[in-house]
């Protein structure tokens, strides 16, 4: 699970951490806001992450001030995002736009770059993301956490905390290119994000109770997920031809969907741990297939889908599992629904709350180039997931392989890694 470090301290392999803020560098006209919808609000408890890793030939030259003057001028294009939450009178939250920045976090690392790509469990790429939750004080705390390290050979980790309060995972990505494209000494514009672009069609209006969202006990003004089990991360890499293709029957020219199988390898795995009950439903997040628009903007637009079976998913094949979660049904606007109805004063998770898949597969996470150059390595995941579990989805640095990362009960993890060496998906 996540690492959340105390300011000014290091953890594990990281050291020497030193905190300052950076913003915008023209002022928010006073009195301007950012009013969350009602997904934004279901989504409150959860954060993004993500940490690129870069070679020292392209990263030796890049300083602090650098780094920082590229973050000020992406700011000045998403200014609201380092805006402080705040409650109306109601209690429902909101974002004033008081330029009160971001957390900017500096680290040291003794190994090298390579040192550090040779750990198999890349769940270790957590050290290099900074996390602190919104609150107690909601005035106080930062949306977003940058942390640069600079490793032994000199080359550079960029890892990001995002609040997903203000948008998805696509979003994220969307700001750190942006933010790359800077660094290349490139212009950017990020159209603000209107009313029209938050909303979207309901497919399902016959959905009334959501499947893929659960109510929790409140946290109040501390947003940390409740749980009662320790959660931890694995993250791998796979070959598609080798560990993904043989699970699921070739016809002809059709094209193998590969997140698809991986989940339905995955949710076998998992159901055969977790005998009482089984996981018979699980949620699908990934980017609206019918929204035709390029990502040029800070929202919260992700397809929450809901797939339910009536049949015991350990004795079921792949195949079945796959036709299954290709008719998953779209859950997004009741689940926006539930977060407008209750206007930010319950609290919610959808990561999690019923086994969860996120498929990252389509975004190129490497076209962040800096100088010309990709990040040798990507790491993806989500801060303050339910109990029954996430699993990511996306794309490796080598077009034939995929990254799993897999967030789950402590007490499961060694059990569904036996599983997946049963059937191939790591090495035994």
Same mark, same amino acid.
């Given at each position: 699970?996540?690492?959340?470090?105390?300011?000014?301290?290091?953890?594990?392999?990281?050291?020497?951490?030193?905190?300052?803020?950076?913003g915008a560098t023209r002022a928010?006209?006073?009195?301007?806001? +950012?009013?969350? #919808?009602?997904?934004?609000?279901?989504?409150?408890? +959860?954060?993004?992450?993500?940490?690129?890793?870069?070679?020292?030939?392209?990263?030796? +030259?890049? *300083?602090?001030?650098?780094?920082?003057?590229?973050?000020?001028?992406?700011? @000045?294009?998403?200014?609201?995002? #380092?805006?402080?939450?705040?409650?109306?009178? *109601?209690?429902?939250?909101?974002?004033?736009?008081? @330029?009160?920045?971001?957390?900017?976090?500096?680290?040291?690392?003794?190994? #090298?770059?390579?040192?550090?790509? %040779?750990?198999?469990?890349?769940?270790?790429?957590?050290?290099?993301?900074? +996390?602190?939750?919104?609150?107690?004080?909601?005035?106080?705390?930062?949306?977003?956490?940058?942390?640069?390290?600079?490793?032994?050979?000199?080359?550079?980790?960029?890892?990001? %905390?995002?609040?997903?309060?203000?948008?998805?995972?696509?979003?994220?990505?969307?700001?750190?290119?942006?933010?790359?494209?800077?660094?290349?000494?490139?212009?950017?514009?990020?159209?603000?994000?209107?009313?029209?672009?938050?909303?979207?069609?309901?497919?399902?209006?016959?959905?009334?109770?959501?499947?893929?969202?659960?109510?929790?006990?409140? $946290?109040? @003004?501390?947003?940390?997920?409740?749980?009662?089990?320790?959660?931890?991360?694995? %993250?791998?890499?796979?070959?598609?031809?080798?560990?993904?293709?043989?699970h699921f029957p070739a016809k002809?020219?059709?094209?193998?969907?590969?997140?698809?199988?991986?989940?339905?390898?995955?949710?076998?795995?998992?159901?055969?741990?977790?005998?009482?009950?089984?996981?018979?439903?699980?949620?699908?997040?990934?980017?609206?297939?019918?929204?035709?628009?390029?990502?040029? !903007?800070?929202?919260? !637009?992700?397809?929450? %889908?809901?797939?339910?079976?009536?049949?015991?998913?350990?004795?079921?094949?792949?195949?079945?599992?796959?036709?299954?979660?290709?008719?998953? #049904? @779209?859950?997004?606007?009741?689940?926006?629904?539930?977060?407008?109805?209750?206007?930010?004063?319950?609290?919610?998770?959808?990561?999690?709350?019923?086994?969860?898949?996120?498929?990252?597969?389509?975004?190129?996470?490497?076209?962040?180039?800096?100088?010309?150059?990709?990040?040798?390595?990507?790491?993806?995941?989500?801060?303050?997931?339910?109990?029954?579990?996430?699993? $990511?989805?996306?794309?490796?640095?080598?077009?034939?392989?995929?990254?799993? /990362?897999? /967030?789950?009960?402590?007490?499961?993890?060694?059990?569904?890694?036996?599983?997946?060496?049963?059937?191939?998906?790591?090495?035994?």
């Open positions: 699970m996540g690492r959340s470090q105390e300011k000014g301290q290091g953890q594990g392999p990281i050291y020497n951490m030193r905190l300052s803020t950076v928010t006209e006073t009195g301007t806001t +950012h009013e969350p #919808t009602g997904l934004d609000l279901a989504m409150k408890l +959860h954060y993004l992450k993500a940490a690129y890793i870069y070679t020292p030939e392209m990263a030796r +030259h890049l *300083s602090v001030t650098h780094v920082k003057e590229a973050m000020f001028k992406l700011f @000045d294009q998403i200014a609201w995002t #380092t805006g402080r939450l705040w409650r109306r009178d *109601s209690g429902r939250p909101y974002i004033k736009c008081n @330029d009160c920045g971001a957390r900017f976090v500096e680290g040291e690392c003794n190994f #090298t770059v390579e040192e550090w790509l %040779s750990k198999p469990n890349r769940s270790v790429d957590e050290f290099l993301v900074y +996390h602190q939750p919104v609150g107690p004080e909601l005035p106080f705390s930062p949306l977003i956490y940058v942390q640069m390290t600079r490793f032994k050979c000199r080359g550079l980790a960029f890892g990001l %905390s995002w609040a997903n309060i203000m948008g998805d995972s696509f979003s994220l990505l969307y700001a750190f290119n942006l933010w790359a494209k800077v660094l290349s000494g490139e212009k950017i514009y990020s159209p603000e994000t209107s009313n029209l672009d938050r909303r979207f069609p309901n497919p399902n209006p016959t959905v009334k109770d959501p499947e893929s969202i659960k109510q929790v006990d409140p $946290v109040g @003004d501390l947003w940390i997920t409740p749980n009662n089990k320790k959660m931890t991360s694995y %993250s791998f890499n796979l070959t598609v031809a080798d560990q993904i293709s043989p002809g020219d059709d094209q193998i969907p590969v997140f698809e199988i991986l989940a339905g390898i995955i949710w076998k795995s998992i159901a055969k741990v977790r005998e009482d009950p089984e996981p018979l439903t699980v949620t699908i997040i990934r980017k609206d297939p019918n929204d035709l628009k390029p990502i040029r !903007s800070i929202r919260n !637009s992700q397809m929450i %889908s809901s797939v339910h079976v009536d049949f015991p998913v350990a004795e079921a094949s792949v195949e079945e599992l796959v036709r299954c979660i290709e008719r998953a #049904t @779209d859950e997004r606007c009741g689940v926006d629904e539930i977060g407008e109805r209750c206007d930010g004063s319950l609290d919610f998770v959808v990561y999690g709350a019923k086994l969860t898949f996120v498929d990252l597969s389509e975004v190129d996470l490497y076209e962040a180039k800096v100088m010309g150059k990709s990040p040798e390595s990507v790491y993806c995941n989500v801060e303050g997931i339910g109990e029954e579990g996430l699993v $990511v989805v996306y794309a490796a640095a080598k077009l034939e392989e995929r990254v799993v /990362t897999m /967030t789950l009960p402590e007490e499961e993890m060694e059990r569904v890694k036996s599983e997946f060496k049963k059937c191939g998906l790591i090495a035994p």
